[in-house]
């Protein structure tokens, strides 16, 4: 059984990154990233990343893909070598439980991270609790409507069809989705019929979350035609939200 509550973030003060990397009791950093202002990042790949990110890196066939991907996996271990005090190529980096992406070497700092890219932005979180983040682009012509009835509840559906923009709202929703199922560890297709997405509180007997009492979901907009959504076990106390025009200057 899962109790989930999910809310809404309308006003994001996007601050310019700290000079100290420190998440204290309770923190949660938000970062974004633009990929066009951060490509000077792709030359660095090849003395950061491990053997495995450069062999999934070869994977992706079309070359913005590519460079996206680059760019996302060097943001990552740049912050999270920040917060670890830790040479960011040194870090090491496996699938946990439920393939739960985690730091091996992150000593006692108990660093939870989760990352996702869509466009032109990449979206990374870091926290002591448990976390998901997802980000989406708003395609206009992605037709939505063919995932309604395989991903979402009726009750859901009426919400989408019945509002004043609804495509608006399906990927506010969908965005939910997806963040909850980064932060339970669960498949993009497990479930997520069950994992609830309409504002409020909702009691789920369908989904197991695990060692975690309770899942706070918090969607807001990350940039003109995008939507972020955060998952997190922990209310948090002070979320920090960062733009960063240029990592490797701190800009």
Known sequence: ????????????????????????????????IKCALNAELIQKAGELLSKQELERWRNYYFENDRDRFL???????LLAGGYLKTPAADL???????????IL????????????????????????STIGVDVEKMETGFYYEDVLPVCFSNKEIIHIQSSKEPRSIFY????????????MGKGINDDMLFYPCLDGLHVV???NT????????YSFPLAVG????????????????????????GA
């Not at 059984?1 to 000079?19: D, G, Q, R």
């Not at 695990?210 to 979901?217: A, D, I, L, R, S």
């Not at 995008?226 to 200057?249: E, H, M, Q, R």
């Open 105 to 128: 070497n992150k000593g006692e700092g108990n660093l939870n991270f989760s990352l996702s890219h869509s466009g032109e932005w990449i979206l990374v979180a870091f926290s002591k």
């Open 205 to 207: 007997s369908e989904i």
């Open 172 to 183: 506010i929703y969908w965005t939910r989705k997806e963040a909850l199922a980064k932060a």
């Open 71 to 77: 760019i996302s996996r060097v943001v990552l271990r």
């Open 1 to 32: 059984m899962a109790v989930i509550e999910c809310s809404m973030i309308n006003e994001i003060n996007w601050s310019k990154p700290p000079l100290n990397f420190e998440l204290g009791n309770g923190g949660l950093h938000i970062w974004r």
């Open 92 to 102: 090491v980096f496996l699938e946990g439980e439920n393939k739960r992406p985690l």
């Open 226 to 249: 995008y939507w972020g959504c955060l998952a997190t076990s922990s209310p948090p106390i002070n979320p920090l939200f960062y733009d960063v025009t240029s990592i490797l200057y």
């Open 210 to 217: 695990g060692t975690q009492n309770k899942m706070f979901v």
